[in-house]
Structure formats: C-alpha cells, structure tokens
C-alpha cells in the first residue's frame, strides 16, 4: 500500500488515500491525477503545482492585512492585501474581491464568521466581533 494524493485539473487536492497503485483508478474521476506522496499531507495546507513536473507543494499564505476584528455597528472593518479574485463569504452571501480590499460592518451586533478563499492560497477563517455603537 502507498499513500496517495489525488488532484484536480488545477492542483487542488481533493481526497487523500492509502491504496495499492493498481487500484488507483477506482477511486479517481475523470480528469483527476495521483501523486505518491511520503507523508502525510492535508489539501487545506498543500496542492499540487502542476506548472511542470507535478509537485507537492505548500499552499501560499494570503498577505493580508486586517484591521480590528474588535468593532462597532457604527464602524467596519478593513482588509487590505486581498489577491484578487477571491472570495469573501460573510453572512448576507458571498462577494468576489476585484480591488485588493473590502470594507465590511454589521448592523447587529454579534460574532460573525468571514471566509476568504482562493486555490492556491490557504483559506482564512476571520471571526469578527461586533458591540452595539
């Protein structure tokens, strides 16, 4: 048995598993690859870079930056350094990030889950906490 990675066409890992080389084609669907790995890994921390000879690779980290997450409904919270095309998940849906940046505030106070994503960066969990103005 050998320990493999199975990815997507572009490099998200999508399962990891322990199976015989032989068997790998039944646990793939079309358009999915297998790289044999030596440990290991987790696909929210890894993908495979596919820009040559595919390679286990680690998932480079957002450079955000993010102002308080500690805030009032009267004020918002800024996060500058967004790459773009990411995705915002907040509360009222979902937003694709075309600027670098976003501005966001609640009307009621309360702690709010914010999920930026975007393969091949490491998604980010923000919990914003917000106290009546």
């Avoid at 793939?28 to 690779?57: H, K, N, R």
């Amino acid at each position: 048995m050998n320990l493999w990675a199975i990815y997507n066409a572009q490099g998200e890992i999508t399962k990891v598993l322990s199976a015989p080389a032989d068997s790998l084609a039944d646990n793939m669907i079309p358009g999915e690859a297998a790289i044999q790995l030596l440990m290991g890994v987790d696909g929210e921390l890894f993908y495979v870079d596919l820009s040559g000879t595919p390679t286990l690779t680690a998932r480079p980290v957002m450079p955000l930056s993010i102002g308080s997450l500690n805030f009032t409904t009267a004020q918002t919270l800024t996060i500058t350094g967004i790459p773009i095309g990411t995705t915002l998940h907040h509360p009222d849906g979902q937003t694709v990030v075309d600027d670098g940046f976003v501005e966001w505030g609640a009307e009621e106070p309360g702690k709010y889950l914010l999920r930026l994503e975007n393969f091949p960066y490491v998604a980010v969990n923000l919990y914003a906490q917000v106290a009546e103005a």
